[in-house]
T-cell receptor, first 117, second 115 residues
Framework: SAVISQKPSRDICQRGTSLTIQCQVD?????MFWYRQQPGQSLTLIAT?????????ESGFVIDKFPISRPNLTFSTLTVSNMSPEDSSIYLC??????????????FGEGSWLTVV | AQKVTQAQTEISVVEKEDVTLDCVYE???????LFWYKQPPSGELVFLIR????DEQNEISGRYSWNFQKSTSSFNFTITASQVVDSAVYFC????????????WGAGTKLIIKP
């Protein structure tokens, strides 16, 4: 399975600022995904990022708030713009990769814990 | 509508006890995948298992076992002889087989293993 690294792992951010989270994969993958997990909640898909095309956002998420880059097949960034305390969450990068027994599954990075004060 | 229900919000057991985490799903798809992920306090999501809808065989991996029953739309997860390191939030998820990145997540079950 792919090994996924995220930076930063944790950060405390000031209200109104923006922060960019980086996601690096150790192999080339077609599809990368960004999720948000608010405190005590399950995961919510923000967007799907494919290399060479604009990210596809899920309902409730917009590009102005969560711009995404996907410059190559091993890297993506998610920016959380103009942050407010409601943006305090774990942000997780994930990729679709082979499980090893045929077919693909979704693997996750370690997550980036953002606290907005 | 697709939905995954993990009715147990939190379970607390003493080390070495067996524990079962329940997962019930709803889907109109005839082919689909079911998943379990573990999220320890450090926050990363660890993939545990994927099961496709064609395969109702139970799966065992060490102390972990999974019971998939289409008749009751359930995909339960049992940890045998639990250990403190098993303490985590466990998520069950469902996806269509033709787009297995479209995961529908359960709310998660927080498992606390006391020494």
């Amino acid at each position: 399975s792919a090994v996924i690294s995220q930076k930063p792992s944790r950060d405390i951010c000031q209200r109104g600022t923006s922060l960019t989270i980086q996601c690096q994969v150790d192999s080339q993958v077609t599809m990368m995904f960004w999720y948000r997990q608010q405190p005590g909640q399950s995961l919510t898909l923000i967007a799907t990022a494919n290399q060479g095309s604009e990210a596809t956002y899920e309902s409730g998420f917009v590009i102005d708030k969560f711009p995404i880059s996907r410059p190559n097949l091993t890297f993506s960034t998610l920016t959380v713009s103009n942050m407010s305390p409601e943006d305090s969450s774990i942000y997780l990068c994930s990729v679709e990769d082979s499980e090893g027994e045929g077919g693909n599954t979704i693997y996750f990075g370690e997550g980036s814990w953002l606290t907005v004060v | 509508a697709q939905k995954v229900t993990q009715a147990q919000t939190e379970i607390s057991v003493v080390e070495k006890e067996d524990v079962t985490l329940d997962c019930v799903y709803e889907t109109r798809d005839t082919t689909y995948y079911l998943f379990w992920y573990k999220q320890p306090p450090s926050g990363e999501l660890v993939f545990l298992i994927r099961r496709n809808s064609f395969d109702e065989q139970n799966e065992i991996s060490g102390r972990y076992s999974w019971n998939f029953q289409k008749s009751t739309s359930s995909f339960n997860f049992t940890i045998t002889a639990s250990q403190v390191v098993d303490s985590a939030v466990y998520f069950c998820a469902l996806s269509p087989m033709d787009s297995n990145y479209q995961l529908i997540w359960g709310a998660g079950t927080k498992l606390i293993i006391k020494p």
